[in-house]
């Protein structure tokens, strides 16, 4: 499974991006998709999760300001980020697997926020 990540960039504090995840290769294997994203000196986290049935799930960080959300036909899963924080600057990545989603990894994507 190849994953290729989207959409990164900078953003004022408030401002949307909206990030995509185009995934080849064995997709079939693949029922949760997800992003994690990176911040200098921290630990990696989980900001949310798709299933292949629709079912979603979000860090607190992120509840209430992203939505991720999936197209099947095309095999790409987004993440729409509003009221962005300078705290969400971080390396996205779009990952994926068959039971946990953090099977295959993306590239990652850089976010920052700022003025």
């Known amino acids: 499974v190849q994953l290729q990540a989207s959409g990164g960039g900078l953003v004022q504090p408030g401002g949307s991006l909206r990030l995509s995840c185009a995934a080849s290769?064995?997709?079939?294997?693949?029922?949760?998709m997800g992003w994690y994203r990176q911040a200098p000196g921290q630990r990696r986290e989980l900001v949310a999760t798709?299933?292949?049935?629709?079912?979603?799930n979000y860090a607190d960080s992120a509840k209430g300001r992203f939505t991720i959300s999936r197209d099947g036909a095309k095999n790409t899963v987004h993440l729409q980020m509003n009221s962005l924080k300078p705290e969400d600057t971080a390396i996205y990545y779009c990952?994926?697997?068959?039971?946990?989603?953090?099977?295959?990894w993306g590239q990652g994507t850089q976010v920052t926020v700022s003025s």
């Open positions: 990952t994926g697997g068959t039971f946990h989603p953090d099977d295959a």
């Open positions: 290769g064995v997709i079939f294997s693949i029922n949760i």
């Open positions: 798709i299933t292949i049935s629709g079912s979603t």
